[in-house]
């Protein structure tokens, strides 16, 4: 009998501290970052499943309300898009990288220059990266069969580029 009673308390025991033990809950800049490394890795429906975990986690995080933004702007999901963007815009209302995304979303889901006021908005700010500003702009304008105006849009960006990469440019914002 006293073999059984040993015998059944090892397994009992096991699973009482299987299920004692805490598990570990990725924090929301750890599921962003994973969210990234996802994407990056062409699986955006795992991307986006761990952008949704950040936001249910910290509903104010803006790093993975733009992100989400993004992916679902790719997916050709605009409305949600816009939705998402324009938290990420209440939280960082000066950030010149989240003013365009904005204008491209806007861009994207109304097809109507409201949005270029962003990009518009986004290249005067300081603290912006004129690359990124003038590259969202030029495909806002491309969007909008602005071709010429797109074009040059893109080649401000590409000039941008060599202060760039010298290291003069201001960094972005901080986003979250």
């Known amino acids: 009998m006293r073999c ?10 096991g699973l009482l501290a299987a299920c004692a033990a805490p598990s570990v809950v990725p924090s929301a800049d750890a599921l962003v970052a994973r969210s990234a490394d996802r994407s990056e890795a062409g699986e955006p429906a795992a991307a986006l499943a761990d952008l949704d975990a950040a936001i249910a986690a910290d ?3 803006a790093r993975a309300r733009v992100d989400r933004a993004l992916l ?18 209440t939280l960082l209302p ?3 990288a989240v003013r365009s995304a904005r204008c491209v979303i806007q861009v994207s889901l109304e097809r ?7 990009c518009q908005y986004a290249l005067v700010m300081p ?3 004129r690359v ?7 495909e806002a304008l491309q969007l909008l ?3 010429a105006d797109a074009r040059a849009a893109f080649e401000a960006a590409h000039a941008a580029e060599a202060p760039v990469a010298a290291g003069s440019a201001p960094p972005l914002a901080a986003s979250h």
């Open 127 to 129: 603290g912006a990266s």
């Open 4 to 13: 059984l009673a040993a015998s059944l308390a090892v397994p009992l025991f």
């Open 72 to 89: 679902l702007q790719a997916a050709g999901r605009h409305a949600e898009a816009l939705d998402d963007i324009d938290v990420a815009l």
């Open 59 to 61: 509903p104010a995080h």
């Open 112 to 118: 109507s220059e409201a949005g270029l006021r962003h």
């Open 132 to 138: 990124q500003a003038q590259q969202a702009y030029g």
């Open 94 to 96: 000066l950030d010149p």
């Open 145 to 147: 069969g602005r071709d």
